[in-house]
């Protein structure tokens, strides 16, 4: 079963959490209440509404990413009342936004690959059979590292590996992938809508050796949980649905310029589900992506499998099938390793 679903409707956390109310083995949607009557007396700011509210409900939620000053910071800025605005803490954190407001906006243009270009908008798909998530999680402790360090690690690699084959060597290359970050609480999956910004995330392509590749994404995916790069990034696409045509166009072209690739990881329920009576085996997405970006990768962990899909433009990637077949070997390389490390005694 093939369904096709526009962005606006929901993101991809909640729709797992749609899928998971309409099969047998997931979860009852939430029952219905009663809405509460609005205040007539309430100030009816629409920026303060369609903005502000929004940001300090996500920014609280968040708070456990992105660092404890966050929450507090975009209270104090819907607050200005309070006369917080000239503390330390608020000095500090100003400071902080600052550096990534300006990181954001001075960030290099990609590296340019074969997977850089211009789209000409016909899509191409490819998807990959399970790994075993036990395993892949295995490897992460083993290394010290997180499941998707190890995911987006092997993503690198088949990337690199596809180029080199094709006479476009990575050696000292690195490709900006957009991550979308959840900045919903999970409970709250099932209102819709997008609740997500995105990180810039660099892959290092050129990094041959496995376990050198998967720390230095370990060191990137670190330095973004500290940044307030996906919730600056939330404020500007929110803004820009508010802007006339062209200007949406502008900005949706500077994260594409900025950008190879969009790659999200979505976890999905632990056990296979199942609907009208059939167990669904596997499930699979692709990913949207805007602009001139023409490489989306999808991970999906399922039924205790993870899964990667691929959707290319098919003027940048003719066959994405050639990248996710290098995925399995990539984290079978990383795997090797790990039953090479000293085993502690009596284990």
Known sequence: ????????????????????????????????????????????????????????????KAVGMYGGGI????????????????????????????????????????????????????????????LPLDQVKAVGKALNCSVNDVLLACAAGAIGGYLRDLGDDPAGKEIRAMVPVNLRPLEEAWKLGNRFGLAPLTLPIGID?????????????????????????????SLAGLLIKPVQDGLLGLFAKKSTAVMT??????????????????????VPASGDIGVGVSILSYGGGVQFGLITDKKLCPNPQHIIDRFEPEFEKLLLVTMMLPWAEGV
């Open 265 to 286: 990881n979505v976890p999905g329920p632990a056990v296979p589900l199942k609907f009208c009576g059939a167990t669904l085996r596997q499930m699979m997405f692709w």
């Open 71 to 130: 929450g507090k910071a975009v209270e104090m800025l819907s607050h200005p009342q309070q006369g917080l605005l000239g503390s330390l803490d608020m000095a500090r954190t100003g400071a902080k936004v600052l550096g990534d407001v300006a990181a954001m906006a001075l960030m290099a243009d990609d590296s340019p690959t074969l997977l850089k270009g211009k789209p000409i908008g016909q899509k191409v798909v490819a998807w990959s059979e399970p």
């Open 1 to 60: 079963m093939v369904l096709r679903i526009h962005h606006c409707i929901g993101d991809g956390i909640s729709l797992v959490s749609v899928m998971m109310s309409i099969t047998d083995g997931g979860m009852d949607p939430p029952k219905r209440r009663r809405r509460a009557q609005p205040d007539a007396d309430a100030d009816g700011d629409w920026l303060s509404d369609a903005v502000m509210k929004p940001l300090t409900d996500l920014a609280s």
């Open 209 to 237: 050796n496995p376990i050198e590749r998967v720390y230095a994404v370990r060191a990137r995916m670190s330095q973004l949980k500290d940044s307030y790069q996906p919730l600056l990034a939330f404020a500007v696409l």
